[in-house]
């Protein structure tokens, strides 16, 4: 069946088709009573619907569930070959693309492509040739990816496809304009969002429903799981944490303001001070490239100088982290998450940063409140982002 007609089909049929896809897309293997008790419609009807998604591929048999007594259930999924979904995610430095099937499994995926982000024409350009080469050099049918999904930081609207932050010079929506250019139908995402979704469906999130999301990254955001589903606020504006005016410093953010949270708690702030630290004459490995090289340092440095055990940068890191738990532990007050994760660049250096912000959040926040929530590190790392595309990608063929 033609990728059009697949997506015709469904656009045709009830909302209870798509809701039993988006239910097997969060619940992989599961028999048509526990469909019919979870999304609320009779067994006869699930089975009519499930035979009908079977007949279209979208949905097969995965073969019998073993069990103690009693006939064995028949366990249905999502086909894997039904269609594929791109997801693309820029950064500051560096471009990653991947491909994942319909049942959610990453197929292909290209990761560190030089690329560098800035908001002209010509960036975006070469970034839509890049993709439009990463697509002819897939060992599949362009016409089988049903939708794309690229992650833009900051303001972005995912509802009309409107970025305020980057690429908004453009007379129409980002997302109008991706789509015409490769071909595809694409959405546009907050990248801290789709890593969000992406740690929530294939990361680490288990079985939790309610999650709080850190991107720490060059800058600082957060990504909001209330009830299982993604907050988005009214036009797609949450969670820029980043951006709450928490101190009285001359320090000016990217957005226009001072005193934000991420001009001293981001990757922006770690690498400032290090440098400030090294020219004040503290000694690091980073020393000689600035002292006496003359050369500018970056944040991969400094995440480099952590992982090789660089006291300097490891104390400079452990004391924004412990400003970050000081205010994570209003969030965990507000929203008293089941898990709060900490992703982004600033992930990469595991337990340096997770526990000095448990104990900011132990100190900081309601002890009864605080027990509730796990706070991990991102299982997915620096996948996080594309991976993350690769799911809101797939999510729109079952978006409400």
């Not at 009830?227 to 951006?243: L, P």
């Amino acid at each position: 069946m033609k990728t059009i007609l697949k997506l015709e089909y469904l656009h045709r049929k009830p909302d209870n088709y798509k809701t039993i896809l988006k239910y097997l897309m969060l619940h992989d293997g599961c028999t048509i009573p526990e469909i019919s008790k979870h999304i609320g419609i009779s067994v006869p009807t699930t089975t009519k619907i499930i035979t009908n998604l079977m007949s279209k591929g979208f949905v097969v048999s995965k073969g019998k569930r073993d069990q103690t007594h009693g006939r064995l259930p028949t366990v249905y999924g999502l086909s894997t070959d039904s269609g594929y979904f791109l997801g693309i995610d820029p950064s500051y430095d560096s471009l990653a693309m991947a491909l994942c099937d319909f049942s959610g499994n990453i197929v292909f995926e290209k990761n560190k492509i030089p690329f560098q982000l800035e908001n002209t024409q010509q960036c975006l350009d070469t970034l839509l040739d890049l993709v439009n080469e990463y697509i002819g050099s897939l060992d599949i049918q362009k016409e089988s990816i049903l939708h794309a999904s690229m992650n833009v930081s900051g303001r972005v609207n995912p509802f009309t496809g409107v970025s305020y932050s980057i690429f908004d010079f453009l007379n129409q929506p980002l997302a109008k304009y991706i789509s015409d250019q490769i071909g595809i139908p694409t959405c546009i995402e907050n990248d801290t969002r789709a890593m969000t979704f992406g740690e929530y469906l294939v990361g680490c999130c288990k079985s939790a429903k309610n999650v709080l999301f850190v991107n720490a990254s060059w800058g600082i955001a957060i990504g909001i799981i209330v009830g299982g589903k993604i907050y988005y606020g009214k036009s797609g504006f949450s969670g820029e944490f980043g951006h709450v005016k928490a101190y009285d410093n001359e320090v000016l953010c990217r957005c226009g303001k001072k005193g934000c949270l991420e001009t001293e708690v981001s990757g922006m702030a770690l690498l400032r001070e290090t440098v400030k630290n090294v020219l004040k004459g503290k000694r690091s490995i980073l020393s000689d490239k600035v002292l006496k090289e003359n050369k500018e340092l970056t944040l991969s440095d400094v995440l480099y100088a952590i992982q090789k055990e660089d006291t300097l940068c490891i104390e400079t890191l452990q004391k924004i982290a412990d400003q970050l738990g000081r205010n994570l532990a209003g969030m965990i007050n507000i929203f008293n998450p089941d898990m709060l994760i900490i992703g982004g660049d600033l992930s990469q250096t595991g337990d340096y940063i997770t526990q000095p912000v448990q104990m900011a959040i132990k100190k900081y926040s309601l002890n009864i409140v605080n027990e509730d929530s796990e706070v991990v590190t991102s299982t997915l790392r620096e996948r996080a982002g594309v991976v993350g595309a690769c799911m809101v990608a797939r999510y729109q063929v079952v978006r409400d």
